[in-house]
Protein backbone atom coordinates (compact mmCIF):
# COMPACT_ATOMS: atom_id res chain seq x y z
CA UNK A 1 0.00 0.00 0.00
CA UNK A 2 1.14 3.74 -0.87
CA UNK A 3 -1.61 5.77 -1.40
CA UNK A 4 -3.40 4.74 1.86
CA UNK A 5 -0.57 5.38 4.45
CA UNK A 6 0.09 9.34 2.67
CA UNK A 7 -4.42 9.17 3.13
CA UNK A 8 -3.35 8.65 7.14
CA UNK A 9 -0.52 10.86 7.55
CA UNK A 10 -2.82 13.85 6.02
CA UNK A 11 -5.56 13.29 8.36
CA UNK A 12 -3.57 12.88 11.05
CA UNK A 13 -2.03 16.24 10.44
CA UNK A 14 -5.28 17.75 9.53
CA UNK A 15 -6.84 16.81 12.78
CA UNK A 16 -3.83 17.82 15.21
CA UNK A 17 -4.46 21.06 13.05
CA UNK A 18 -8.22 21.21 14.29
CA UNK A 19 -7.04 20.21 17.81
CA UNK A 20 -4.78 23.05 17.96
CA UNK A 21 -7.32 25.48 16.54
CA UNK A 22 -9.76 24.39 19.56
CA UNK A 23 -7.57 24.54 21.90
CA UNK A 24 -6.64 27.95 21.01
CA UNK A 25 -9.87 28.93 20.55
CA UNK A 26 -10.84 28.10 24.18
CA UNK A 27 -8.21 29.58 25.91
CA UNK A 28 -8.91 32.74 24.16
CA UNK A 29 -12.79 32.13 25.64
CA UNK A 30 -11.71 31.37 28.72
CA UNK A 31 -9.28 34.37 28.90
CA UNK A 32 -12.73 36.97 28.20
CA UNK A 33 -14.32 34.79 30.92
CA UNK A 34 -11.43 35.66 33.17
CA UNK A 35 -11.32 39.63 31.95
CA UNK A 36 -15.01 39.93 32.69
CA UNK A 37 -15.18 38.23 35.83
CA UNK A 38 -12.03 38.97 37.49
CA UNK A 39 -12.82 38.68 41.22
CA UNK A 40 -14.48 35.15 40.79
CA UNK A 41 -11.35 34.01 38.97
CA UNK A 42 -9.36 35.47 41.54
CA UNK A 43 -11.02 33.52 44.79
CA UNK A 44 -11.42 30.62 42.74
CA UNK A 45 -7.32 30.58 41.92
CA UNK A 46 -6.39 31.59 45.05
CA UNK A 47 -8.56 28.53 46.88
CA UNK A 48 -7.26 26.43 44.03
CA UNK A 49 -3.45 27.22 45.32
CA UNK A 50 -4.37 26.70 48.81
CA UNK A 51 -5.94 23.48 48.11
CA UNK A 52 -3.03 22.11 46.10
CA UNK A 53 -0.79 22.87 48.82
CA UNK A 54 -2.93 20.61 50.66
CA UNK A 55 -3.12 17.92 48.84
CA UNK A 56 0.49 17.50 48.40
CA UNK A 57 1.42 17.72 52.37
CA UNK A 58 -1.24 15.06 52.56
CA UNK A 59 0.46 12.96 49.98
CA UNK A 60 3.40 13.61 52.04
CA UNK A 61 2.33 12.27 54.68
CA UNK A 62 -0.05 9.61 53.85
CA UNK A 63 1.67 7.77 50.85
CA UNK A 64 5.08 8.78 51.61
CA UNK A 65 6.41 11.17 48.74
CA UNK A 66 9.51 12.57 49.08
CA UNK A 67 9.57 15.87 50.86
CA UNK A 68 12.30 17.57 49.36
CA UNK A 69 9.98 17.38 45.89
CA UNK A 70 7.11 18.25 48.44
CA UNK A 71 8.84 20.97 49.82
CA UNK A 72 9.47 22.18 46.44
CA UNK A 73 6.15 21.65 45.30
CA UNK A 74 4.74 23.63 48.31
CA UNK A 75 7.64 26.61 47.89
CA UNK A 76 5.96 27.13 44.27
CA UNK A 77 2.55 27.35 44.64
CA UNK A 78 3.29 29.95 47.29
CA UNK A 79 5.11 31.87 45.08
CA UNK A 80 2.05 31.53 42.23
CA UNK A 81 0.45 32.73 45.20
CA UNK A 82 2.46 35.84 45.33
CA UNK A 83 1.36 36.57 41.78
CA UNK A 84 -2.18 36.96 43.02
CA UNK A 85 -1.13 40.57 44.97
CA UNK A 86 -1.82 42.63 41.58
CA UNK A 87 -4.17 39.60 39.55
CA UNK A 88 -4.96 40.20 36.88
CA UNK A 89 -2.63 42.31 36.32
CA UNK A 90 1.23 41.13 35.16
CA UNK A 91 4.63 42.54 34.33
CA UNK A 92 6.42 39.98 32.65
CA UNK A 93 9.95 41.68 33.85
CA UNK A 94 8.64 40.70 37.54
CA UNK A 95 11.01 38.82 39.35
CA UNK A 96 8.15 37.20 40.88
CA UNK A 97 6.97 36.15 37.72
CA UNK A 98 9.92 34.97 36.05
CA UNK A 99 11.06 33.06 39.23
CA UNK A 100 7.47 30.98 38.36
CA UNK A 101 8.16 30.05 34.93
CA UNK A 102 11.29 28.49 36.29
CA UNK A 103 9.91 26.80 39.01
CA UNK A 104 7.24 25.38 36.67
CA UNK A 105 10.24 23.30 34.95
CA UNK A 106 11.78 22.89 37.79
CA UNK A 107 8.97 21.50 39.82
CA UNK A 108 7.96 19.43 36.76
CA UNK A 109 11.52 18.28 36.11
CA UNK A 110 11.88 17.09 39.51
CA UNK A 111 8.48 15.07 39.73
CA UNK A 112 9.23 13.28 36.69
CA UNK A 113 12.28 12.15 37.52
CA UNK A 114 10.85 10.95 40.94
CA UNK A 115 8.30 8.94 39.16
CA UNK A 116 10.66 7.55 35.79
CA UNK A 117 12.33 6.22 39.48
CA UNK A 118 9.92 4.84 41.00
CA UNK A 119 8.99 2.94 37.94
CA UNK A 120 12.71 1.99 37.08
CA UNK A 121 12.67 0.15 40.53
CA UNK A 122 9.82 -1.54 40.13
CA UNK A 123 10.67 -2.95 36.74
CA UNK A 124 14.06 -4.20 38.43
CA UNK A 125 12.82 -6.54 40.94
CA UNK A 126 13.17 -10.09 40.84
CA UNK A 127 9.03 -10.80 40.83
CA UNK A 128 6.18 -9.09 39.03
CA UNK A 129 4.19 -10.03 41.74
CA UNK A 130 6.43 -8.34 44.34
CA UNK A 131 5.58 -4.67 42.64
CA UNK A 132 3.20 -2.97 45.36
CA UNK A 133 2.08 0.46 45.67
CA UNK A 134 3.12 1.68 42.08
CA UNK A 135 1.72 4.86 40.54
CA UNK A 136 -0.38 3.63 37.34
CA UNK A 137 0.12 6.41 34.04
CA UNK A 138 -3.35 7.12 34.66
CA UNK A 139 -2.29 8.37 38.52
CA UNK A 140 0.87 10.09 37.06
CA UNK A 141 -1.05 12.06 34.73
CA UNK A 142 -3.31 13.26 37.39
CA UNK A 143 -0.80 14.25 39.46
CA UNK A 144 0.49 16.15 37.22
CA UNK A 145 -2.26 17.95 35.84
CA UNK A 146 -3.59 18.71 39.35
CA UNK A 147 -0.36 19.79 41.43
CA UNK A 148 2.13 20.54 38.81
CA UNK A 149 0.39 22.68 35.45
CA UNK A 150 -2.94 23.62 36.79
CA UNK A 151 -2.30 26.52 38.60
CA UNK A 152 0.24 27.86 36.02
CA UNK A 153 -1.69 26.69 33.25
CA UNK A 154 -4.64 28.62 34.65
CA UNK A 155 -2.38 31.85 35.78
CA UNK A 156 -1.53 31.76 32.34
CA UNK A 157 -4.98 32.17 31.10
CA UNK A 158 -6.19 34.60 33.70
CA UNK A 159 -2.93 37.06 33.79
CA UNK A 160 -3.61 40.04 31.96
CA UNK A 161 -0.84 42.27 30.10
CA UNK A 162 -0.78 45.42 28.23
CA UNK A 163 -1.72 45.84 24.81
CA UNK A 164 2.22 47.41 24.50
CA UNK A 165 3.74 43.75 25.57
CA UNK A 166 3.28 42.17 22.51
CA UNK A 167 2.28 45.08 19.58
CA UNK A 168 0.33 44.23 17.03
CA UNK A 169 -1.49 46.22 13.91
CA UNK A 170 -4.69 48.06 15.55
CA UNK A 171 -3.38 47.55 19.03
CA UNK A 172 -1.66 50.55 19.99
CA UNK A 173 -3.36 52.25 22.19
CA UNK A 174 -4.31 55.88 21.18
CA UNK A 175 -2.24 58.63 22.49
CA UNK A 176 -2.56 62.27 23.77
CA UNK A 177 -6.39 61.44 23.81
CA UNK A 178 -8.16 62.53 26.99
CA UNK A 179 -9.54 60.33 29.11
CA UNK A 180 -8.13 57.14 27.21
CA UNK A 181 -7.10 54.01 29.09
CA UNK A 182 -5.98 51.23 27.31
CA UNK A 183 -7.63 47.88 28.71
CA UNK A 184 -5.40 45.53 29.85
CA UNK A 185 -5.60 42.32 27.40
CA UNK A 186 -5.46 38.83 28.22
CA UNK A 187 -1.99 37.07 28.20
CA UNK A 188 -3.53 34.46 25.57
CA UNK A 189 -5.11 36.96 23.34
CA UNK A 190 -2.19 39.26 22.93
CA UNK A 191 0.03 35.93 22.09
CA UNK A 192 -3.21 35.17 19.75
CA UNK A 193 -3.56 38.44 18.60
CA UNK A 194 0.35 38.90 17.78
CA UNK A 195 -0.02 36.13 15.80
CA UNK A 196 -2.89 36.82 13.77
CA UNK A 197 -1.45 40.49 13.14
CA UNK A 198 1.84 38.68 12.29
CA UNK A 199 0.34 37.31 9.60
CA UNK A 200 -1.88 39.84 8.16
CA UNK A 201 1.28 41.53 8.05
CA UNK A 202 3.27 39.45 5.94
CA UNK A 203 -0.15 38.73 3.58
CA UNK A 204 -0.85 42.24 3.20
CA UNK A 205 2.91 42.98 2.21
CA UNK A 206 2.98 39.89 -0.16
CA UNK A 207 -0.22 41.13 -2.18
CA UNK A 208 1.52 44.85 -2.22
CA UNK A 209 4.70 43.07 -4.07
CA UNK A 210 2.62 41.97 -6.46
CA UNK A 211 2.20 43.50 -10.22
Not at 80 to 109: A, T
Not at 160 to 179: C, F, H, K, Q, Y
Not at 185 to 205: L, P
Request: net charge neutral; with cysteine.
Amino acid sequence: MWVLPLVGYAGALIGFCFLVLAIASGLYYLSELVEEHTVVAKRILSRAIYGIIGLQLALWLVDGFPLGATLLGVASHVVYLGNMRRFPFVKLSDPLFVVSCVLVLVDHFVWFRHFSSSQTRAYQQSSYYDQVDVPSFGMVASYFGLCVWLIPFALFVSLSAGDNVLPTMGTEPARGIPGHSAKPQGMVKAVVDYVRGTIGEIAGTSSLRRP
